[in-house]
Structures are given as structure tokens and as C-alpha cells.
């Protein structure tokens, strides 16, 4: 049995516990799906573990090209070790072809390639289901300055051109995603760096040939088997854990 920790945050999919370090959290992955702001909701074995996995790759990848991020080292299946950020509260959207809610909103066909990456931000809040806001209400309301809103633009764009090569190398085009953006300090120095997770469940990834979605819009859009999909964009990145992650209990872990 893993010692008791101290719980500091649980959210959908995932769950924060108290770091061995000050200004270090575990990052805890959960089998556990929701979408629509969590009205439709299941578990499916194995997610917590691939994206666990796949949530390392992509930040090592870019720590490895100079974009910060506050990912320190995987701890074991299902769990990492981070650094502990204040997160600014938007979730930050980049977009290079038209889906999801932007399709809806403007009437667009899904997968319209875009005149240029299109960086967005909603307000996360749940209660709201996370309101699509412009730059005038985050500088008002004070939940990020003009400033940080720069430097979130360059870091989601530097994100943005990684990601895209990455899976475009694997036959996968990278339709869109969110990340978050955390406050680390040094000393009286504030800087913004990568945080929470990059994995299938917060991106669009469409296969190159054929157009199969392999994201969670195969939960979203009850489209097959999540862990299926998942599994496959991990063997094209070369991420596999062991030779069979959907027979990882979450029970045997820890
Ligand atoms: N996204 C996310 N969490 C959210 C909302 C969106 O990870 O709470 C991701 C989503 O997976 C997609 C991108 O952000 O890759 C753009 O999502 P969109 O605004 O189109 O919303 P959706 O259609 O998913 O409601």
C-alpha cells in the first residue's frame, strides 16, 4: 500500500495529491470519461494509463525543444510527477481546421482547413460549461494580463507547431486542442509554462488517409471503443506501455 496522501484536487479525469516536495503535485490519471460538461460519463480501462503515458511524451518532447512545461518524471502506470502551479482559469484552444463548437457556431463544415491557427480562450468554470470569452473580459476581470496573454498566444503557437509535426509524422493531422497554462514563481518573477495534460482528451486528431477520429469524440460521438483509439495513436508514437494496457486494473496500481 502507497502511504496516505494528502488530496488536493479532484477533477474528471484526473486527481491531484500533495508532492514528496514543496511546490511538486502527483498528477493521478483515472480511467473515468465525461463529456457535454460531464452529462454523458463512463470508464474506460486503460485511459488513465495511455494517456498517462502519452501526456509524458508530449511534454518531455517539449521540454526537449524549449517550450516550459511542469512536467517533472512518470512516477508509475497511472501517475506523474509535476510541478505545482496556480492555473490561470481558461482553457486555451488552438485550432487549425474548423470542428466541434466552432463548426457549429459558424455554420462550418468540420475539418475546413483555417486561413491560420486560431488561438481562443473559455472560461473554465463548470457551472458555466466553460464559457467561450474574448481578450477585453480576461484583462478586465483581471484573470490574465495583456502581457501573460502574449506570452500564452506564443506558447500555445510553439505547442501548436510541435504537436501538429509530431502527428503529422504518424499520419494523424491534429484538428485542435485545449491546454492550460499555469503561474510558477521565482522569487518575485512570474512565469507562465505548459501544464495539466496533452493527451487524446483535450485534442482532435483525425487520420491523415481515412479521416478516423481518434480522440474523444469517439466517446463524444459514441463512435467505437475509446481505449482502441487511444492505444493506436500511443503504437503509432511508439508510447505503448506494456504489450496489453487495457488489462491494467486500477487497483493493482499503487
Ligand atoms: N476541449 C477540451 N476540454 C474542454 C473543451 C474542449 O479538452 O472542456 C478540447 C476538445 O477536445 C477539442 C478542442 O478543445 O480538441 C476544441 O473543442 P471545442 O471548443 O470544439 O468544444 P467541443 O466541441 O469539444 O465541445
Redesign the pocket.
Known amino acids: 500500500m502507497a502511504p496516505r496522501r494528502k488530496k488536493i484536487y479532484e477533477g474528471k479525469a484526473k486527481v491531484l495529491y500533495e508532492g514528496p516536495e514543496p511546490g511538486t503535485l502527483v498528477q493521478y490519471f483515472k480511467d473515468d470519461a465525461t463529456a457535454?460538461n460531464a452529462q454523458k460519463k463512463d470508464v474506460i480501462e486503460g485511459k488513465g494509463v495511455l494517456n498517462n503515458r502519452l501526456s509524458e511524451f508530449f511534454m518531455t518532447g517539449l521540454t526537449n525543444v524549449g517550450v516550459p512545461n511542469h512536467f517533472i518524471k512518470r512516477l508509475n502506470m497511472r501517475e506523474q510527477l509535476i510541478r505545482q502551479v496556480e492555473i490561470v482559469p481558461l482553457?486555451v484552444?488552438v485550432?487549425n481546421f474548423a470542428?466541434?463548437?466552432?463548426a457549429?457556431r459558424l455554420g462550418m463544415e468540420e475539418g475546413t482547413p483555417l486561413p491560420r491557427p486560431i488561438v481562443e480562450y473559455?472560461y473554465k468554470n463548470d457551472d458555466l460549461g466553460?464559457p467561450l470569452v474574448p481578450e477585453e473580459y480576461i484583462i478586465a476581470f483581471g484573470w490574465a494580463t495583456q502581457q501573460d496573454l502574449d506570452d500564452i498566444v506564443a506558447l500555445a503557437l510553439r505547442v501548436n507547431d510541435f504537436l501538429a509535426g509530431i502527428f503529422y509524422g504518424v499520419g494523424i493531422k491534429l484538428?485542435?486542442?485545449?491546454i492550460e497554462i499555469g503561474r510558477v514563481w521565482d522569487g518575485d518573477f512570474m512565469r507562465l509554462i505548459v501544464a495539466d495534460e496533452i493527451s487524446p482528451?483535450?485534442?482532435?486528431l483525425w487520420d491523415v488517409k481515412t479521416g478516423q477520429k481518434l480522440?474523444?469524440d469517439v466517446f463524444?460521438r459514441d463512435l467505437g471503443n475509446l481505449a482502441d483509439a487511444y492505444t493506436e495513436v500511443a503504437r503509432r508514437l511508439g508510447v505503448l506501455p506494456t504489450n496489453n494496457t487495457t488489462n491494467i486494473k486500477p487497483t493493482l496500481i499503487n
Open positions: 457535454f482553457e484552444i485550432r470542428a466541434g463548437s466552432m457549429k473559455s466553460d484538428v485542435d486542442f485545449k482528451d483535450s485534442c482532435r480522440d474523444k463524444r
